[in-house]
């Protein structure tokens, strides 16, 4: 079983010596083990006791830190915590007895980079304690460790740790996260699997208790009872053994029983069991050059995902059954990692059989050539996050529809989320501006609205229009700002 977290094991041997005038027991020393009594008197001499033995030389363990464990916080979210680490931080010393933990923050941390810092925390309850971090940004443990600052632990849910309140952690259900299986993704937390309630959960023998919501169409507010098996290579596999049951105590004590040795056919109840395992890294909706994306763990923009490996960054679709040139057909992708927000794909082999032709194809990607003719002698795909003001609004004049490719009928040529820029491209048949390049710049979005200003436009290529020296001023977009006029409010329809 994997254990997830641990209480303090505290051992001490003592061994006291005999208190006979003649005989001398042996003692203990650094919680060694006792030494031999020592040997009767030889005849002639009853007074005689023999020596005593050597005391052992045996040492204390250290105790365990009392709080490691895997925990979720009130704030949400999870921390793990080791004899050796509080989440992300070093642990350098810890007390059971004073219950406080100096650590140190690790390198590449935004505000404490290698600083340390003071945690003290409270006694562990039904499964919960509070801790409170008294001191921090120190540059020695021993600044931290003996700081003036102190806790109040009287009523720690409303303050006490430095004018807020402490933080609360509650030991975590194992499993823990974002899975996603053939069929959907889940999301568990310590309270909900999936939009069902979590009455109970026991990490020792993987077992919880779940109340569905009280619109469930088919099990309201009735009870259910999961069993499941051991993360391994990062997934897990579950099985509902019991459901619509009136009580929590009904659901418990069912007898019904599951089988782990048959999880992938029919060791649940004559079906299979659930199989749980990290999302795809590439879940998410993504804009090409050409089209929108979206992607997730059972579905790479209309085609089904068969399987997927993070580690090795590749994934086995399936066309649907309308796809008009490879209907029902396998295909093998790769991708590269995320990085600044984008990531390239390619379709290494399309058009097999089956998943293991897909799979087991010998045609590679070359990723030293995105952008050039590394698939198969043509460009990679980038896909980035979408135009952050995608959608079909309202301005006092017009309807504008606007995606990651074109802006009311303009093509996007590039654009950027962080600095609200786009460069667009009218089409050949404008009657002013035919093949003519703009730069755009907007406002964030605020209650289904937003303002842009056109700041140049009509010129000849896209770097000139993005390097113009022209800007807006957003300070009053309803009157200026824009060239000498007001900015262009959009509206959600």
């Known amino acids: 079983m994997l254990r997830r977290f641990s209480t303090i094991s505290l051992f001490a041997l003592v061994v006291a010596g005999c208190d006979s005038t003649d005989e001398t027991g042996g003692t203990t020393t650094d919680g060694g083990a006792a030494g031999d009594a020592g040997s009767a008197g030889t005849a002639g001499q009853p007074d005689a006791g023999g020596s005593g033995g050597t005391g052992g030389t045996g040492s204390t363990e250290p105790a365990a830190l009392e709080v490691a464990g895997f925990w979720e916080s009130n704030w949400g979210g999870v921390t793990t915590i080791t004899e050796e680490e509080w989440g992300s931080s070093k642990v350098h010393e810890k007390d059971n007895d004073e219950n406080f933990v100096i650590l140190q923050s690790p390198p590449d941390d935004p505000y404490t980079p290698d600083q340390f810092a003071k945690y003290v925390w409270t006694e562990i309850e039904d499964g919960s304690f509070w801790y409170c971090t008294v001191d921090f940004g120190k540059e020695t443990k021993e600044e931290a460790k003996n700081t003036a600052k102190e806790a109040d632990d009287s009523d720690p849910a409303n303050g006490g740790c430095e004018g807020f309140a402490w933080t609360r952690l509650f030991t975590a259900v194992e499993v823990y996260g974002e899975w996603s299986s053939k069929w959907s993704d889940e999301t568990i937390v310590t309270a909900d699997w999936n939009g069902n309630a979590i009455v109970e959960f026991d990490n020792e023998t993987n077992a919880a ?18 069993v499941w098996t051991e993360i391994e290579d990062g997934s ?10 009136d009580t929590a105590d009904e659901a418990k004590n069912s007898t019904n029983v599951a089988d782990d040795g048959d999880l992938a056919t029919a060791g649940c109840g004559g079906f299979p069991w659930t199989q ?32 997927y490996d993070n580690a090795t960054n590749a994934a086995i679709t399936q066309s649907p059954a309308d796809d008009p040139y490879t209907a029902n057909k396998f295909s093998k992708l790769l991708w590269t990692e995320i990085a600044d927000g984008s990531f390239w794909y390619c379709t ?57 490719q074109s802006w009311n009928g303009n093509a996007v040529i590039e654009y950027d989320n962080a600095t609200n820029v786009a460069i667009t491209q009218s089409p050949a048949d404008d009657p002013y501006t035919a093949n003519k390049f703009s730069k755009i710049v907007w406002t964030e979005i605020a209650s289904d609205a937003f303002w842009y200003c056109t700041v140049d436009f009509g010129k000849d290529t896209a770097d000139e229009a993005k390097n113009t020296v022209n800007v807006a001023d957003d300070s009053d977009p309803a009157n200026s700002g824009c060239g000498g006029f007001s900015w262009t409010e959009l509206t959600a329809k």
């Open 236 to 245: 897990f596999w579950y099985c509902t053994v019991e459901f619509g049951k």
């Open 276 to 307: 749980l395992s990290p999302p795809i890294e590439v879940a998410g909706s993504w804009s090409s050059p050409w089209n929108d994306e979206a992607i997730s763990s059972q579905s790479w923009n209309g085609s089904a995902v068969i399987e």
């Open 348 to 404: 290494v082999d399309f058009g097999l059989d089956t998943a293991d032709e897909a799979k087991n194809t010998e045609k590679t990607a070359d990723e030293t050539k995105l952008a050039t003719d590394g698939c198969g002698g043509f460009p990679w795909t980038q896909l980035s996050p979408p135009i952050e003001v995608t959608g079909s609004w309202s301005s006092p004049w017009s309807d504008e529809d606007i995606s990651s």
């Open 209 to 226: 208790i779940m109340q569905s919501p009280a619109d469930d169409p088919y099990t309201a507010n009735q009870f259910s009872k999961l």
